[in-house]
């Protein structure tokens, strides 16, 4: 078995694990002890499925040269779902860490840095989209675009109060 083959197993288990898990907090007691040992099961499982679907992106487009473009299209399409997939679970541990924040973040943290790659993937991904004619790489990273600009919108702008944060993001 390759290395490719072990990480896609890998993925496989992670995501299945990150997708039942993503239910439990919906339904018990928010920051209960069952909610926060879940929640970071999944957080972790969705770590192992950016990781392991950005190196599987790489490797197909530059590594793998059995591959035919619209092949390595989809590899683009799942660096950009690893680092959708990686910027959200950030996003969302950050928001938790720093709650109760009372100015806006630099530009230059690695906060808004996260945000500002999963802004740039978007737009790479579409273009890439375009120049192949893939419509799935066209169309779906302005989902990357919208939370992207969400979460910088949260980070540059200073709370008003304890709420007003969370509902910013919930917002865009």
């Known amino acids: 078995?390759?290395?490719?083959?072990?990480?896609?197993?890998l993925h496989i288990l992670a995501g299945f694990t990150a997708l039942t898990m993503f239910w439990i907090p919906l339904v018990t007691k928010k920051g209960g002890?069952?909610?926060?040992?879940?929640?970071?099961?999944?957080?972790?499982?969705?770590g192992i499925v950016a990781a392991t679907a950005f190196y599987m992106g790489i490797y197909r487009i530059g590594f793998d040269a059995s591959r035919n473009a619209a092949e390595k299209s989809f590899?683009?399409?799942l660096l950009f779902i690893?680092?959708?997939?990686?910027s959200t679970a950030w996003n969302g541990i950050r928001v938790l860490r720093f709650?109760?924040?009372?100015?806006?973040?630099?530009?230059?943290s690695l906060d808004t840095g996260i945000s500002f790659a999963l802004i740039f993937s978007s737009i790479l991904t579409m273009v890439i989209g375009w120049v192949n004619q893939f419509p799935l790489l066209q169309y779906f990273p302005?989902?990357?675009?919208?939370?992207?600009?969400?979460?910088?919108k949260y980070w540059l702008t200073p709370p008003q109060t304890k709420m007003t944060g969370i509902l910013n993001t919930l917002a865009t």
Do not use: C, D, E, P
């Open 99 to 108: 709650k109760r924040r009372t100015k806006r973040r630099s530009l230059l």
């Open 75 to 77: 590899a683009f399409f």
């Open 33 to 46: 002890m069952i909610h926060r040992r879940v929640g970071w099961i999944y957080v972790w499982a969705m």
């Open 82 to 86: 690893a680092v959708l997939s990686a």
């Open 1 to 9: 078995m390759s290395s490719f083959q072990v990480l896609l197993y």
């Open 142 to 152: 302005v989902i990357g675009l919208f939370l992207g600009y969400g979460q910088l």
